[in-house]
């Protein structure tokens, strides 16, 4: 008896101390290959806890291969945004200007049971109320009425609503650039280089996040080593 209980505190505060080294962000917020490695560590831990005949240190290696494979990948993804896509996807527009994106629903496997369901948590119970429904890398969806709907609305105070909500458009993402995005914005790079000048920096690699939304209002915040 007291060696099972030794064998699962020791494995219980390992595998604990594993996730706070992968971060706060990944405990809060499971994505695919979070969960899987969830999964796998919950079945290895399991094991050396049942059979005694297992040394500890036999289900303490693969655990410890798991963890460090995990945040070897986060890492790399800090660095990659290719590799990050790999692994956590891309968010999703369900819902775009009222109208429903069906192939999205369908490539994501999202029902309309499900956006209806989730569309009524956020207090919203019909879809032409919507915006914007975009489904996050974490599975949740984030959901953006139109400005006359939102409470208090401008209907109710008898004023005129302006559509003043645009998705921002990120440019550049930790000192890297998304060409892609400054082509669908209609932006070169002589416009980005002016706009970098304007925040007083050299180069766009000195930027941390730089966004443009549809009214032209950019989001500039260098990086904290930049200034």
């Avoid at 006359?148 to 998705?167: M, N």
């Avoid at 790079?189 to 730089?210: A, C």
Wanted: include cysteine; charge should be neutral.
């Amino acid at each position: 008896m007291a060696t099972a209980f030794l064998r699962t505190v020791i494995l219980y505060f390992f595998i604990t101390a594993g996730l706070r080294l992968m971060g706060k962000r990944q405990i809060g917020e499971l994505e695919p290959s979070e969960l899987v490695l969830t999964m796998m560590l919950s079945d290895l831990a399991a094991v050396p806890m049942q059979d005694f005949g297992i040394p500890l240190l036999s289900g303490i290696i693969p655990i410890l291969t798991l963890l460090s494979l995990s945040m070897l990948l986060s890492q790399l993804s800090l660095y990659s945004l290719r590799i990050r896509r790999l692994l956590c996807g891309s968010p999703t527009v369900l819902i775009d200007h009222g109208k429903l994106r069906q192939e999205a629903m369908r490539k994501n496997r999202f029902t309309i049971d499900e956006l209806l369901e989730e569309l009524r948590g956020q207090g919203i119970c019909d879809i032409k109320d919507v915006k914007y429904a975009i489904l996050e890398n974490s599975g949740q969806l984030s959901v953006l009425p139109w400005p006359q709907t939102q409470p208090p609305s401008a209907d109710d105070l008898g004023v005129k609503a302006e559509d003043s909500i645009s998705i921002p458009v990120v440019l550049v993402n930790d000192g890297r650039l998304i060409s892609r995005n400054l082509e669908l914005c209609e932006k070169t790079m002589d416009w980005l280089k002016k706009q970098v000048r304007r925040q007083g920096l050299n180069d766009y690699r000195e930027i941390f996040l730089l966004t443009l939304d549809g009214g032209g209002n950019i989001n500039c915040i260098p990086k904290e080593n930049s200034k």
